[in-house]
C-alpha cells in the first residue's frame, strides 16, 4: 500500500515520504479507512532501499471486508480490463482534483510535520454508509496533492479516462491532461500545461544536474541519427525536462530524483529475472509546460510534480455505444 494514517497525529502519510521521515523517527501506521484500520508497518524507507517504500499489513492479516482502500486496489484491477461502470464509479475514491498543499506566508509549509509538500492527501469520504435507512450523501470529490495516484488511475484504467480531472480550476478529462511525448514537434503538438509523460534512459548520465537546475533527457527526440561502422546512433534534438532548483524544496528534489532511479531500477530487475515486456519502459510523469519558442525541446517541470512508473500505458479505449 502507498499510505496510511499515522496512529499518533491521525495524519495521511504517502509512502513516498516515509524516506524523510525515518531521519526523524518513525511513528506507528494504520489503514486509511476508518471501519478497517489494521495495523501496517513501513517497508523498504531506508536511504539504502533501492525499491519503492511501501506499507505491509501483518503477516495473515486482511483488511476489512469493507476497507475501501483494498476495495479500491480491486476496482483498479478490474479497471485494467474492462470499462467501470457509473455506479462502481461512484464508490470508488479516484482523484478528481490536484492541488498542491497551501504554504504560509513565510514560504514555509503550513504543516507541522514539514513534509507537506505534496505527502499529504486529503480524503472526502467516497463511502457509502447504510445505517438504517439512512444513507450518507456521496461526496465524489478527492483532492490529492501529489500526481501519484492521478497517474496509477491513468496507466490502470485506460477505459474510463473519460472521468474529468481538475487541475488550477481547469476541468477537464482524464485523457485530455494527459499527453505522450514521443512525436516530433511538428506533430506531437505540445502545447500547454499538461501531465507529459515520456521513456527514460537507463543511463544516469542522461540526468544531468548543476547548482541551479536538474535536466532529464529523455529517450523521445526529434530523430535518431543512424549509427555508423565508427558512431553509434545518436539523438538528435532530445526532449528535456527541466527542473528549477529555486523553486521546490530539498525534500523534493531528492523525492524526485529517487523517483526516477526506482523506476529505472524496476526495469532493470526485471531485465535482470528475465521478465522483460517489450512493452513495458520507464517512464517519467510530470505536470509542466510544453516548450516555447527559443527553446522548442525543453519541457518546464511545475511545483515538482512528478512521479516515475515502470510501466505498460495502454491505449485509451472508447466507450462502448449504447444501441
Ligand atoms: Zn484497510
Known amino acids: 500500500m502507498n499510505e496510511a494514517r499515522d496512529v499518533k497525529t491521525g495524519e495521511l502519510i504517502e509512502a513516498e515520504s516515509l524516506k524523510y521521515i525515518y531521519e526523524e523517527g518513525l511513528s506507528e501506521y494504520e489503514c486509511i479507512d476508518d471501519s478497517c484500520k489494521i495495523k501496517l508497518i513501513p517497508s523498504s524507507y531506508k536511504p539504502s532501499n533501492k525499491n519503492r517504500p511501501y506499507f505491509k499489513s501483518t503477516k495473515g492479516v486482511g483488511h476489512s471486508d469493507t476497507c475501501m482502500f483494498s476495495e479500491y486496489l480491486r476496482m483498479l484491477e478490474k479497471g485494467r480490463k474492462r470499462e467501470l461502470t457509473a455506479v462502481e464509479l461512484e464508490d470508488m475514491p479516484f482523484p478528481t482534483k490536484f492541488e498542491k498543499a497551501k504554504k504560509n506566508e513565510g514560504g514555509t509549509i503550513t504543516n507541522t510535520s514539514d513534509l507537506g ?167 517519467v510523469f510530470f505536470y509542466g509546460e510544453a516548450p516555447v519558442k527559443g527553446t522548442p525541446y525543453k519541457f518546464k517541470l511545475i511545483d515538482g510534480a512528478l512521479v516515475a512508473r515502470y510501466a505498460q500505458i495502454y491505449p485509451t479505449e472508447g466507450k462502448k455505444t449504447a444501441m
Not at 546512433?233 to 526506482?262: G, M, T
Open 117 to 283: 509538500d505534496d505527502e499529504q492527501l486529503s480524503v472526502s469520504s467516497t463511502r457509502r454508509m447504510a445505517s438504517g435507512e439512512f444513507v450518507e450523501t456521496i461526496n465524489k470529490s478527492k483532492v490529492v496533492a501529489s500526481i501519484s495516484s492521478i497517474v496509477d488511475f491513468y496507466i490502470k484504467c485506460p477505459f474510463n479516462r473519460d472521468v474529468e480531472l481538475e487541475i488550477e480550476g481547469k476541468k477537464q478529462e482524464y485523457k485530455y491532461w494527459f499527453k505522450r511525448i514521443e512525436k516530433p514537434l511538428s506533430i506531437g503538438k505540445y502545447n500547454g500545461k499538461k501531465l507529459f509523460f515520456g521513456r527514460l534512459h537507463m543511463s544516469e548520465k542522461n540526468m544531468v544536474e548543476t547548482s541551479e537546475k536538474l535536466e532529464i533527457t529523455l529517450y523521445e527526440c526529434e530523430n535518431w541519427e543512424r549509427k555508423t561502422r565508427i558512431r553509434p546512433s545518436k539523438q538528435v534534438n532530445p526532449f528535456v525536462v527541466v527542473i528549477d532548483k529555486a523553486a521546490i524544496s530539498k525534500n523534493k528534489l531528492s523525492r524526485i530524483k529517487s523517483e526516477l532511479n526506482y523506476a529505472i531500477e524496476d526495469k532493470k530487475i526485471a531485465f535482470k529475472n528475465k521478465d522483460v515486456d517489450k512493452k513495458r519502459h520507464a517512464f
